[in-house]
């Protein structure tokens, strides 16, 4: 199964105005680090963010920032850069070569539990029905069961949402999994903010540049 998701987490547009009157162009130079691609556009050339402990913010999604929003914090002094891709961009007074890893400078602390979305309890959940097993490809075939109807009083939280394959949810349809005679394979539960990134360590991305090997740990065997 191929996961692949990234999260842009973008700067206030109020905060990353340029020195009045420049403007950035793409310098037509080749990407040398990417083995597999020659040429990328810039669109295609995000930068990985880390926090100020160089951990990235994010996992699953893995936290990037497009070359632009890049740009603007590396001219307000917002970042630290890490790493760069063999590319230049140009303003109309100066050139920077295009940063592949950058560092906030200020550490921004993680709330100790995450929101509760679609995204997130399918993570939580492995992008997995409970019930059954079945595996899907970014949560697109799951729904969301109750595990207690909310006929019977059953809350729309954590502790009550779990995913469903279509199947089994229409097989359980309001009644509790033991009226269905349906066993959970996890019950639900709050997950803490380390919880999801430790499960989203699971699901690299396809496409890694060579400069965030570094500071990327995913589950993957290590060479004897």
């Known amino acids: 199964m191929k996961l692949k998701k990234y999260k842009l987490y973008r700067i206030n547009p109020k905060d990353v105005m340029l020195r009045e009157g420049e403007t950035i162009q793409e310098n037509e130079l080749p990407l040398s680090h990417d083995a597999d691609v020659k040429n990328r556009s810039l669109d295609a050339c995000p930068a990985l963010v880390l926090n100020a402990d160089f951990k990235p ?21 917002r970042v630290i850069v890490v790493e760069e891709y063999d590319r230049v961009v140009h ?20 709330g100790a539990h995450p929101s509760f979305t679609r995204f997130n309890l399918f993570l939580r959940d ?20 109750h595990v207690i109807p909310r006929r019977l009083g059953g809350r729309t939280s954590w502790q009550n949402i779990t995913a469903a394959c279509p199947a089994c949810n229409l097989k359980k349809g309001g009644r509790t999994p033991q009226e269905a005679h349906m066993s959970l394979r996890t019950k639900p539960y709050r997950p803490t903010l380390y919880d999801l990134q430790n499960i989203g360590r699971s699901y690299p991305p396809n496409y890694l540049h060579d400069s965030w090997r570094d500071f990327l740990y995913w589950d993957s065997e290590l060479d004897m």
Do not use: H
């Open 91 to 110: 303003s109309t007074t100066s050139q920077i070569r295009l940063p592949s890893v950058i560092s906030l400078k200020e550490y921004i602390s993680p």
């Open 57 to 77: 913010l994010s996992y699953f999604p893995l936290s990037l920032w497009p070359w632009q929003d890049v740009i603007k914090a590396v001219y307000l002094d």
């Open 126 to 145: 492995r992008f997995t029905c409970q019930y059954c097993g079945f595996m899907a490809g970014n949560g697109r075939e799951l729904t969301f069961d």
